[in-house]
């Protein structure tokens, strides 16, 4: 993966070794670590929030979904700012905003409360994901130094994921649900005091002063919003004229939002990039990891402690083998790569993940073996896509437009997370009658919310299997030696932990 250098002088000579600029490392290991922690360590205390706020199953859905949209949404309007104004200075103001935004948790007492805060959580992240690779290549001016740091920085937000869903167990078992989002604030803080110390101040020449799409940006942000809502209302006021209404307004967006990117002379997102065939088979990969991860972490959580009665920390150790998979299957990606190939690995780590949803919405009812298998099959999936599908994407982009598809890869992965988690709540809110966090759980209705379950998994993985499907097609079937054998070395580089370089 080749990166445009800038010409203009540095502050200080580069680093010749990752201990050089470890304080940067760990500043922005923090801000991934926060984007892969947050909405995963929140699940699993669903069931409590519901229950302590009085929450509608609709209204539940978006405590992750309202992060998840505004994150998606913004991304790339906030990855278009800090190229011009700089990646530093916007990333300090995330993550500022993101540490407030988690102090507000304590002062929450209504469900509407909680989902403003969780946008404002949003649109911190938006303003601080972005610019995590931009300033990882700045740091360094030798590509292997630049593909270590990324492993670094990669690898603290797995560990995140991995270990989100047992931390927030436990400590649902001795605390209030609030310390869960509370607890992002140190995080928040320890990721600013180490940027603004490690990282140096954007230069001049190496921020873009091209106007921005603020047209563009709103209607893709309008889209986004109206393509997750419209399925809800569809539930909460079927046949209405707010349900008809909104699928009125987002097709309109939509329409205007192509339109608009394909006339406007500064697109905020040039579609022609998006159509070439890494570009578009790597995020159609990425979705549909994205998806089934998000869908299938939402079932795994209210089969546990609904249909079963497991309390938050036994579902916490319930999950233990996803995070087995995730921190041990490290070392075996890079060899997988190397022998499958790009094009291979990534349709075959994509279908993975959706075959382990396809097992949780046949089998799951059957028996928690295969909510294991399940989540094994999706962290094994996830594991190779992640890099192989993020790498393709970067690949097939401009060297100047890599900061563009660092946000487009994330745009993708969000908005399908906030689709997976509004597919699935708006399905189980439509076959279950009355709140899922409240209610005596006969068999009777046990069976049904397994039913739903199973409904619900059933159409998320359908999606999933699509995405895979336009991946495959859309990737190219031809690659010289040359290139795929540099690519296959990097990713393989990439994937591979170097803990005693740090």
Known sequence: MSVQTSSSPRIAAPPERLRDAWIALAGLSAVFLFEMLDNSILNVALPTI?????????????????????????????????DRFGRRRVMLTGLALLAIASVLTVFVTSMEQLIVVRALMGVAAAMTTPGTMALAFRLFTREDLRIRALTVISTAGLVGLAIAPTVGGFVLAVAPWQMLLLATAPIAALAFVAIRVGVSTDQKADLHRDPIDIVGAFLGSVTVVGI?????????????????????????????????????????????????????????????????????????TLQLQLAWGWSPALAAVGTLPQVVVLLASGRFVGPFVTRAGLGRAAWMSAASVVAGLAVFATLARFGYVWVALALVLVAAGMRVVGVVAGNNVLRGLPENRTSIGAALVDTASEIATAVGITATGTILAALVKGSITSGAWTPTRVDSFETALTIAGLTITAFAVALVALGMVRAPHTTSPSSATATTSATATATATEPTHV
């Open 228 to 300: 997750l809502v419209t399925p809800t209302l569809f539930v909460t006021h079927a046949g209405t004229g707010l349900s008809w209404g909104s699928v009125a307004v987002t097709a309109l967006s939509i329409a205007a939002f192509v339109i608009r990117e394909r006339s406007a002379r500064f697109p905020l997102l040039d579609l022609h990039l998006i159509a070439t065939p890494l570009v578009s088979s790597g995020l159609a990969y990425k979705a549909a990891a994205g998806l089934a991860m998000a869908g299938l972490s939402y079932l795994v």
């Open 50 to 82: 519901g229950r302590d706020l009085g929450a509608a199953t609709a209204a539940l859905q978006w405590v992750s979904g309202a992060y998840s949209v505004a994150f998606g949404g913004l991304m790339l309007l906030f990855g278009a700012v800090a």
